[in-house]
């Protein structure tokens, strides 16, 4: 299995943006090679605009050309995007109804030894927040082409959360993706299991330990968290009858807040979240920190035991 960084995906499609619409422009706050916004800094300089180290202004910039037209993608760490720029998000673009692509790179716990200060782990939940704000936190390379893709024909604000690492790639090119619908990974009629970004993987790993026991589980790959896909949710809970959600993101706020939001007041069941619970990360390297916070397929394991157990 390929191991791919999903911010490569992000540029790949941002090349391809470039060359086909010319009202597409791309800011950076400083952090363009790791971005990848490099990319569009080589190849069409003019459609690339470094802001230096100065999310707010780059929101605030961003904002006023989509004003004038243009579709910016505004890009930098998730951590300072959500963080530093919330308030030019919510007022400048999002009060205001601007066209604007927020790209949040370097997400979660498995962007490793950067540590604490750069692991945006409440990043998903800040944005979920918003009003008019659409969220999409992609599993892989191709689907964060693909996500880049779709919101950029997108007529509004939206907001698209990455990694770093290189990550397994598990979707294809003919794999269907479309903004707002989950994604059926798996079939199962024990338990569903939830996830996005590198959870996916994760998901997919448990899946297959635990079909080892018999345990048969629905993985369903929700990658846009705003709007959710209620419907899907309601289904596969009524199917199975048990559900844990998996995220790289605090396990409040994010895609195991959705889902419980979803549930409660449509077929409440079981509902076990897999996440950083209340705490910050910090310093090593990613399938360590995984590990140690409780998010790797070991975890994914046993709160489909624990859902099973409620289930009963």
């Known amino acids: 299995m390929d191991r791919i960084p999903p911010r490569d995906g992000y540029g790949k499609a941002l090349l391809r943006l470039v060359e086909t619409d010319e009202r597409i422009v791309v800011l950076d706050a400083d952090v363009a090679k790791s971005t990848r916004t490099e990319w569009i800094k080589t190849a069409k300089s003019k459609r690339f605009i470094d802001m230096g180290i100065s999310e707010q202004d780059m929101v605030g910039t961003a904002a006023g050309l989509a004003l004038s037209g243009m579709i910016p993608f505004a890009t930098t760490y998730s951590v300072f995007l959500a963080g530093r720029a919330w308030d030019q998000i919510r007022t400048t673009v999002l009060y205001s109804g601007c066209n604007v692509k927020l790209a949040g790179a370097h997400a979660g716990i498995n962007v ?47 907001f698209i959360r990455f990694g770093r690492e290189a990550m397994p790639v598990v979707t294809s090119e003919d794999t269907e993706f479309e903004l707002g619908k989950a994604r059926l990974v798996s079939e199962g009629d024990d338990v569903v299991i939830f996830a996005n970004g590198p959870m996916v993987y994760e998901a997919m790993e448990a899946g297959q330990e635990l079909l080892k026991g018999g345990i048969h589980a629905m993985i369903v790959d929700v990658h846009t968290i ?84 409620l289930k009963r």
Do not use: W
Not at 269 to 292: C, D, W, Y
């Open 226 to 309: 705003k709007p959710l896909d209620c419907e899907c949710i309601v289904n596969a809970a009524r199917k199975t009858g048990a559900v844990v959600t998996a995220e790289d993101h605090q396990d409040i706020g994010g895609l195991g807040s959705a889902v419980c939001e979803c549930l409660s007041g449509e077929y409440p069941v079981p509902v076990i979240r897999v996440g950083l619970h209340n705490t910050f990360g910090e310093s090593g390297q990613a399938g360590e920190l995984m590990e140690k916070y409780g998010i790797s397929k070991s975890h994914i394991i046993s709160a489909v035991k624990r859902a099973l157990e």
């Open 112 to 158: 490793g030894p950067d540590g604490a200060t750069h692991q945006a782990m409440e990043d998903a939940g800040i944005m979920r927040g918003l009003p008019g704000m659409t969220v999409v936190v992609p599993c892989d390379a191709i689907e964060t082409e693909k996500a880049t893709m779709a919101i950029a024909a997108l007529n509004g604000p939206a």
